[in-house]
């Protein structure tokens, strides 16, 4: 069964740093390239970061361009998300899903940024 | 404002056949797969389709998916008052190099 579980969200005031983490299971885990999708309080989801199987391939949103940094340990079958210069615009529960074409979404993890 | 364009909301009867639409251009819907999801709020996405119009197994035949040109469509036959969620539709962007989603269009049954 694919599982995909997240961890490290929190409160964070402005112009601090999180790092996001992602456990996978249940499937070979550098085969497939993964995500970063978040869903603000009460609005849609927004695609924010990709990162392919090998971890040389990386994408952003131009909303996280130069603030997030998306990586992998695929001995660990694990993903991160390092955020820095955290705005309140980034608050959200910040969900990781698998595959370019996704299909499995994790739970999420509820990151607010406020002061 | 979302790359890809749904209607806010729609609405039917239980019973009833209802059509969400997801408006793109060239560089996504045109020359990439379409997936669609399901949200109930307060729960993470559910795939629905993927593929423009494939099924992942346990999605009934009640959901199925098309795609035109630029534009995508998600149908529901007969629908019950379970199927009241957020819906989704997604794909790449190959000019953008980045994911994109529709704003949502929330089902309501009446």
């Known amino acids: 069964e694919v599982q995909l579980l997240e961890s490290g969200g929190g409160f964070v005031q402005p112009g601090g740093s999180l790092r996001l983490s992602c456990v996978a299971s249940?499937?070979?885990?550098?085969?497939?390239?993964i995500n970063w999708v978040r869903q603000a309080p009460g609005k849609g989801l927004e695609w924010v970061s990709a990162?392919?199987?090998?971890?040389?391939?990386?994408y952003y949103a131009d909303s996280v361009k130069g603030r997030f940094t998306i990586s992998r340990d695929n001995s660990k079958n694990t993903l991160y998300l390092q955020m820095n210069s955290l705005r309140a615009e980034d608050t959200a529960v910040y969900y990781c899903?698998?595959?370019?074409?996704?299909?499995?979404w994790g739970q999420g993890t509820l990151v607010t940024v406020s002061s | 404002q979302s790359v890809l364009t749904q209607p806010p909301s729609v609405s039917a009867a239980p019973g009833q056949k209802v059509t969400i639409s997801c408006s793109g251009s060239?560089?996504?819907?045109?020359?990439?797969?379409v997936s669609w999801y399901q949200q109930v709020p307060g729960t993470a996405p559910k795939l629905l389709i993927y593929?423009?119009?494939k099924r992942p197994s346990g999605i009934p035949d009640r959901f199925s998916g098309s795609k035109s040109g630029t534009s995508a469509t998600l149908g529901i036959t007969g629908v019950q008052t379970g199927d009241e969620a957020d819906y989704y539709c997604?794909?790449?962007?190959?000019?953008?190099?980045?994911?994109?989603f529709g704003g949502g269009t929330k089902l309501t049954v009446l």
């Open positions: 249940g499937f070979t885990f550098s085969n497939y390239a």
């Open positions: 990162i392919g199987g090998g971890g040389f391939n990386t």
């Open positions: 060239s560089s996504n819907i045109g020359n990439n797969y």
């Open positions: 899903a698998r595959g370019l074409e996704i299909n499995y």
């Open positions: 997604g794909t790449w962007d190959s000019g953008l190099s980045a994911g994109v």
């Open positions: 593929d423009n119009n």
